[in-house]
Every structure is written in structure tokens, then in C-alpha cells.
């Protein structure tokens, strides 16, 4: 579900009111939702096909089919006009679940070894390599309950792709040599998110689980559980596990292409008939043979330290699975009035008393005999030390639930909203769609794979308040991350700490004890925690405009304000955003400006979470950011009341009034996250910590932090008085919007701050020139152990578009080699990836390795060696090659918008710019086409292979060796231009 759109990616937290149900009836009515959902063409074919229909968005255009082949597997398939690559992908049922006992992550072991060869296709790179030469992308994952494999690619080479796809499921190799080698990949996967708090806390919080369940265990894999045991050598565990599970009626498979539905079900049956078919799975976990979750008189309070410092407070309930539920989705109404941010809401208490920074609640893990329900609080400082009083606070909200009638009102607003959004869903691309159908035709039946993401019956109340009532102590467990005291009071004995042994992470399993269950239960109704309001942001018109505009055009100007139009009729949406840029003096031109800003955006979203909450739920979205100019306020979504809705953004901007406490807060949880940064993955850091060295005049962490202590409340009102004394707008109106609205808005702006409406010259974002031939080291901090590098070679110049094109042309050239080599046959480490790094319109290529047991001397050897052998393989390809690579680079950058917010932000940026050029994409392909094969071979010969280039080597441990220091110039963030 992750996969589909904005509506489809949260918890749809939407309300009603009795009062407003007219208004309910109208957006049905407007909506379209009152008819039939449009359908396939039903077909028939010579095998085992359904006459099934599969129900389908009014703004889906494509054309489904589902099959089954006579080999059992479960096909469906998508004929995609709009589609610029064709995907396929196949599910199996299988997954961490089904690990033998003392062979922990067998599955996701066995996901990594498909990809290394097959009967037909032996080598083990050849896969990736031929996806690469058609500019495609593949990957693979493996969750609790099954596997999926998928791959997307230019049409030509689809049909090849299928033939290379389908050995995995007929012939795999598992050939000794790689499953001793991948096994280190596996470790090493393992290994870098060794410090990562959520699979830590996730670990741990399975040790409260029946050791016999099989959501008890260890699931990624490491070299102590993927190893030659003393009956079963590693291969041998492998082709059981594949025997296993991997037949045709334990698979589904999806093809999704611009091609007729009879030409994708040939190739269905072409390449995947081979697959061997067998009996049901016998060794499978069903909620029928599967032990229970939690054994009786067994712990249900954890303690637990994270890395990171913060605090979070997660109560799951036990529910009964709820995969049944898909058409009326009642634990809904439960995730809604738990978790809706409004005014009166839970989340509003908490956090006007300075105890909870997030509170989300909704469904979370199946457990495959039962499913959580989660209701997690990100604390304050303040919320740890309170802790007692924000769990009664929420088992108040739970009781008043359990004790209140059912309002239908809720349950129907949340049905038609949730019409709306998937009548109304962005495009989603091939490889998305592919892997979504596959998985959800596991376990929806295939005319509902799609249906299945909107809410089309109306919810049991009988239901809900069965639900509700499983809301309670004795169906509850409970983890507290933090480094702080822990409420030991909870606990029925003697708090003792033990150590998980996979993650290391300390935690303490306690049962709750009686007095304090008690409280829980008998916790008063609170009288500032009440039912939401009517919503009133619910769009009143649908209704599609005829223009199009192919570039933005300025329509109004006068002084201190700019404002652009573009309409979009392309998408047959009703929505829109507006992009509007405030600009004004000294909003960083020192340190303590730019954290003042930062700070002011974070107390403006802060305030305004409460009252934008209702929007939100009716896909009318904002947001504020903070920049080196100012501030922006974006908004998203329905066009019906967007104009309205950034007018009052904007007066809440120019009139909220910071408070002291909540400036504290924001200020606190700004440096913690700072602090914290060095905690996420070393490449991860390594990345975005490049900017601080190739940006001119960067506002560094240390900068930041250096200056953050001193700050002020004062600082900040006379911040925010001095900006909103003068400053400049620049706006634009993108989409589903006529251009005598736009200019409404834009006149609206003009009048209301004319007064404080002055002239001003943006900052432009400079990129760092780096000296010819120079060879620059810079060190991150970052918590992890292992050695991460990252390799760059960079442009030498700003704006230059053959430059560009040729980094563009190495990248595509490069391919999948390099993983092959590193990762795959020389196995330095399972994060192995190349990058585009073009920052500031000087292009760059990044070559990254995270190693947990090769040291950087070896990994930056490894890494020269590759660029010098590999530059010189591309000297000598052929002008066929040449003109491929080049191909695929063009075919991307021609590829039609799918939707409105692939243009917006390519224009934004530009109208954001002292001088516009809205060609400028144009312009790049047209260079890229003229490129000739001698010219790009002179590039990397000249510029690359001589050494001309200059490079940098980000890293996270010490160089220890001499050779390197020598080598290399150590410098620091806005300094490396000066050496």
C-alpha cells in the first residue's frame, strides 16, 4: 500500500459530523462516487481464465486482465498507454516468517541469491547488466510474510528482461562459490544498521513475544546464522527452502506495459509456465497452526535506550487480523479519533501541556494470528518526566471511545473521502504498480487488488465497538524508548537490564503491575480532549479546466511582488499548488540569522499544526520551509479552496505570535536533532554532509551549533518583527487553475501588504569551483563503525551543459559494473552504489562503498582501480554501445510528465532564479544529442583519466595510512576553495 499516492501512503484520518452530512452527500454526488467504479473489457482465454473484473479508479485509465496459467500461478496484467518502461514483478509467499529455527534470514539470504545466476543465464551479473543496458532498474525485498522481485525497462528490451527474470523461478544456480560470497553481503547489510534505533527498538520488542512464534526470531541474517550446519551445509539449506516455497500456486505475478493485454499474457505464458507446480505448502504459518503471540503471565512492559537522543512512548493492542477488513477498514474510525490533530484532540492536549512533539495511531504489524494496533507518542523532555499523565491521557481518549455511542457520520465522511482520494490518485509509474498487484494478489481476491486501497462498504458499528473494546490493559504491550529515568513504578518487580544479542541494545521486559493497570483502566474522561469538528475543507467542486500552458507566464507585477501562472489541463485532476517565496533582508547572512529562521519555520508549523490538520485530511496540504532568502509557503492538493486556504496561511504567518514555551521546545528538539544527525547511516551522512563542502557560504551542523546555545527568545521576536517588516514575494500557480484566479490571488496579496511589500535581489546558491587536478579529503562524524567512503570527481564548471551531458553519458556508461565488481565479486561491503552529485549546475559522479571489515586504504584502491580500468574499458566501446548508452539517457529525459508536480518543482526553481529558463531542459537534450562518440571519449580521457578532474574522498574514519594523507589535502566546509 505504501506504493500508491498521497491518500493511499497515511492513515486516512477523516471525520464527520451529523450536522454536515448534506455536504457529505454533495461530495459523493460531485465526485462520481454514487456510480459503479469503471471496469476492464472482460476476456477469455484457452487457459484457466477468470471472468474476473477488476474495479478500477475513474482516473485509472489502463486496462487490466487476470489469468491463471496451468502450471497454478495467479497472473494479472496491465496495459499501461501512458507507460515509458515496462516492469514485471513476482510474489511469493514466503518471507522471515517461514526461517527454519537456527536459520535466521534463510529467506532474505535466498532473495540475494536468485540474482546470481541461473542455468541459462550462469553469470552471475548478467541480469543486472542487461537491465542497465536498457535503462532499467531492478530490486527485490523480503517482509514477514513474502518475498517480491521486480525490475522496470525500456519497452525493446522487455521481452529479453522476462526471459532473464523467469530463470530465477525455474533454474537458479545457487552455486557454492556465491553463496559463500553472498553470505558476507548479507552480514554486511546486517551489520550497517547495527545503530539503527528502529530496527533496534523492533528486535527488542520481539522479545516479548512467544519464543515459539515465529515473529519471535532474527530475520535479516548474519555469518553466525548463514552457515554450513553440521547435517545441512548452507547450499542445501537454500534448495530446501526454495523447494519449499517457491512453486507456481504459492506465486503471483504481474506485467505492466505499454503493450495489448494478448501480447502480455503470451509472454505470461511464454516465459512462466516452466514453473514448477506442487501440493499446497504444508510448512507455510497459517492463524490456524501459528502458536500463540504472548504467553500468559509473560512481560508487557519494555524499557529500552536508544541511540538517538529522544523519547517515544508506543502502546500496541492485540487485535484479530484484519487483511479480511479491506472493504469497510473499521479499526479506521479507531485511527482517526485516537490520532486526528485537531483542535480538541488528544495530540492538541499533549502537546499545549509540552509533552509530545508527533502522536500517530493506526494498524501495525500482522503478526499472522493477530495484528497490532499502534499508538505511538514522540515525547518532549518534558512528556518523559509527565510520562504517567500521557498515558492516562490516553486511555481517558480510549474509554470515552468505548463509552460513547458510534457516530455513522465518521464512518461515512471517512468512506468518501477515501473514494475521493483513489478516484482522484496521482499516476503510478510501471515498477510501482507491478510490485503492488503482485503482493496484494496473495491476498485479495483479483478483483479487488486495486479496489482494495479505498474503503467501499460502510463500517459494522458492531464491529468498531468489538474493536474498541480490545483497546484495553490486558490485550496491551508497551515499549519506552529513552535515555532518560524510566517510570520503574510501572513495573510489577525489580527493573533488570539485559542486552539484545543481535543489536546490542539494552532493554528491560517487566510485567505491568495491578495498581497501575487499574489507573489505566478507570482513567477519567478529559475535558479539553473532544470529538473533531466538521470539516470544513472538503472541496465543494471537482470541476476540470480546459487550458494548458506549456511554460509559466509572469501575470502580475508591482512592487515587491511577483506572481506566475500555468495552467495544466494534462491530468484530469481538480488540484493545483501554489509556491509562494517571502523573501527579506538578513535572513542568513551569518550563522545566527540562518538558525533564527530555521527556528521561526518550525514555531510557524508548530502552531499551525492544529488548525491545518482538517486541510490535511482533505488533501489540501502546506508546508513552510526556511532558505537563505527567507521563507516559502507551499500548498497542495484540491484547487476548490486552495487560494483561500494561502491566504489565511499567509495571514497566520504576518500574524501568530510566537509563544516562549514552544520556543524552547523547538529549540531543543533543533539541537537534539543536530546532535542525532551523526547517528544515521555513515554513507547516508557522508552524502548529505557534501553539500556543506561544495556550497558556498554553508551554514554548517558545528556553525549551527555553535550559535544555537546563545539564542534568545527576544532574538527571535526582533528576528521575525525585522523580516515581516519588509520583505518581497515571488509566487506561482501551477495546475487545475484559471488565470483569473491566480491574478485574484495574487491582487489579494498585493492590497493586504502593500505597506510592507519592498524590491529585493535574491541569493543565489554558488557551487564551490575546485582547483584542476586538486585531491581533497573531508571528514564526517558519524556513530557507525564501519568505513564508509565516498568517491567524487568533479565538473569544473558552473552551467556548462556539455560537461553534463558527459558526466550523464559516464554514469549510464558506468552502469552496473560497479556494484558487480565491489560489491558482488570483491564483496567490500553490501552499500555499493555510483550518484549523480550535479549540485549548483556544476555536475559531479559519486562512487560509495560502507564497509564493515575493509579498511579505507582498500576501499579507496579498490575504487581507483575500478575508474582507471573501467574508464578505459568505455574508450574502446563500440559506436552501437555508445549510441545506447546515449539512448537511454534521452529516452529518460523525453519521458512525458505523468503528473502536475514533475513540472512544478523543475519550474519553481527557475522562476526562483534571478534570470528564467524554462528551455533549459530542452536545451540539455539537445546537447545530449549532438554529443558525438570521439567527444565523450575525449572528455573521460582528458579530463578524467589524466587526473584533470578534481576529486574528493569523504570519509568517517581516520586515514590511517601515510600514503593516503599524502595524497590527498584535508579540508573543511568553506574553506576547500582555498587551497
Partial sequence: MSLFIDRFTKHLKAKCVTQHCARLLLLVIS?????????????????????????????????????????????ILASDTKAEKASAALAVAVGANDNPQGQEGLTHFLEHMLFLGTKKYPEAGEYKTYINEFGGSNNAY??????????????????????????????????????????????????????????????????????????????????????????????????NSYQNHYFAQNMTLSLVANLPLDTLEEFAKRYFTPIKAQAEN?????????????????????????????????????????????????????????????????????????WARSLSAGMGADYINQQSFNIRIQLTDAGIRA????????????????????????????????????????????????RTLASQLLDIPPSDVLDAFQITESADIGTIKALAAQLNTNKMLIQIESNAKMPVHWAQSEVKWQQEPWYQSQYANQKLNESFIKKLNNAPKISDINKPDANTYIPSSLALISNYDQIPKQIFNAEGIDFWHRSDDRFDKPKSTNHLAIRYPGASDNNTQYVLNKLWARLLNDALSEATYLPYNANLNYNIYAHINGLTLVTAGYDDKQNQYLLWLMAQINTLTPQADRFEIAKQQ????????????????????????????????????????????????????????????????????EEKQTLELATALQQQY???LKPSIAKQIKRQLLNTGSRNTFKVDTTSQDNAILYVLSGKEEDNLTERANFALLKQA???????????????????????LTKADVPAIGFTVQSPDHESLEIVTEIEN?????????????????????????????????????????????????KQNFFRKEEFIEVMEEIKQEDFIAFVTEQLLSGEAPSILVHNQPLMNKELKQNWQEVSANSIGQY
Avoid at 48 to 75: A, C, F, P, W
Avoid at 705 to 725: G, R, T, Y
Avoid at 814 to 836: C, M, P
Fill in 387 to 434: 510520562i504517567d499523565n500521557v498515558i492516562l491521557a490516553v486511555f481517558a481518549n480510549i474509554n470515552d471511545i468505548k463509552s460513547t455511542p458510534i457516530q455513522p457520520s465518521y464512518i461515512e465522511e471517512e468512506k468518501a473521502l477515501s473514494q475521493l482520494g483513489f478516484n482522484y490518485h496521482s499516476y503510478i509509474s510501471p515498477i510501482q504498480l507491478a
Fill in 31 to 75: 465526485s462520481g462516487l454514487a456510480a459503479e467504479p469503471t471496469s476492464n473489457t472482460l476476456h477469455e482465454t484457452t487457459l484457466k481464465t477468470k471472468m474476473t473484473q477488476i474495479k478500477q479508479s475513474q482516473s485509472d485509465h489502463n486496462q487490466y486482465r487476470y489469468l491463471e496459467l496451468d502450471n497454478g500461478l495467479k497472473v
Fill in 866 to 914: 575500478f575508474i582507471s580500468q573501467d574508464f578505459q574499458r568505455i574508450c574502446t566501446i563500440t559506436a552501437p554501445e555508445f549510441d545506447t548508452i546515449k539512448g537511454n539517457i534521452l529516452i529518460q529525459l523525453k519521458r512525458t510528465q505523468k503528473e502536475l508536480g514533475e513540472d512544478t518543482g523543475r519550474f519553481w526553481s527557475e522562476i526562483a532564479k534571478t
Fill in 754 to 756: 502593500q505597506a510592507n
Fill in 814 to 836: 558506468i552502469g552496473s559494473r560497479f556494484f558487480s565488481q565491489l560489491r558482488t565479486e570483491k564483496q567490500l561491503g553490501y552499500i555499493v552504489s555510483t550518484h549523480n
Fill in 282 to 354: 504444508k510448512q507455510h504459518f497459517t492463524p490456524q497452526n501459528t502458536p500463540p503471540l504472548i504467553l500468559e503471565n509473560t512481560a508487557n512492559l519494555q524499557f529500552i535506550k536508544p541511540i538517538k537522543d529522544g523519547h517515544s512512548l508506543k502502546l500496541s493492542f492485540l487485535l484479530p487480523p484484519q487483511k479480511a477488513n479491506y472493504k469497510s477498514q473499521p479499526t479506521r474510525y479507531l485511527s482517526y479519533l485516537l490520532g486526528q490533530e485537531s483542535q480538541g484532540s488528544l495530540h492538541s492536549y499533549l502537546k499545549a501541556k509540552g
Fill in 670 to 737: 533543533f539541537k537534539k536533532d543536530l546532535l542525532n544527525s551523526k547517528h544515521a547511516n555513515a554513507y547516508s551522512v557522508a552524502l548529505w554532509r557534501l553539500s556543506e563542502l561544495l556550497i558556498e557560504d554553508s551554514h554548517t551542523i558545528s556553525d549551527m551549533l555553535n550559535v544555537l546555545d546563545d539564542i534568545s527568545f527576544n532574538d527571535l521576536l526582533a528576528f521575525k518583527k525585522q523580516a515581516l517588516s519588509q520583505y518581497n514575494l515571488v509566487g506561482f500557480s501551477n495546475g487545475n487553475t
Fill in 142 to 239: 523480503t517482509a514477514a510474510n513474502h518475498t517480491n522481485y521486480f525490475f522496470d525497462i525500456q519497452s525493446k528490451g522487455y521481452e529479453g528482461a522476462l526471459d532473464r527474470f523467469s530463470q530465477f523461478f525455474i533454474s537458479p544456480l545457487f552455486s557454492e562459490e556465491y553463496t559463500q560470497r553472498e553470505r558476507n553481503a548479507v552480514n554486511s547489510e546486517y551489520i550497517a544498521k547495527i545503530n539503527d534505533d528502529a530496527r533496534r527498538s523492533n528486535q527488542a520488542f520481539k522479545t516479548l513475544f512467544n519464543p515459539a512464534h515465529p515473529s519471535n526470531h532474527f530475520s535479516v541474517g548474519s555469518l553466525d546464522t548463514l552457515k554450513d550446519l553440521p547435517k545441512a551445509p548452507l547450499r542445501e539449506q537454500l534448495l
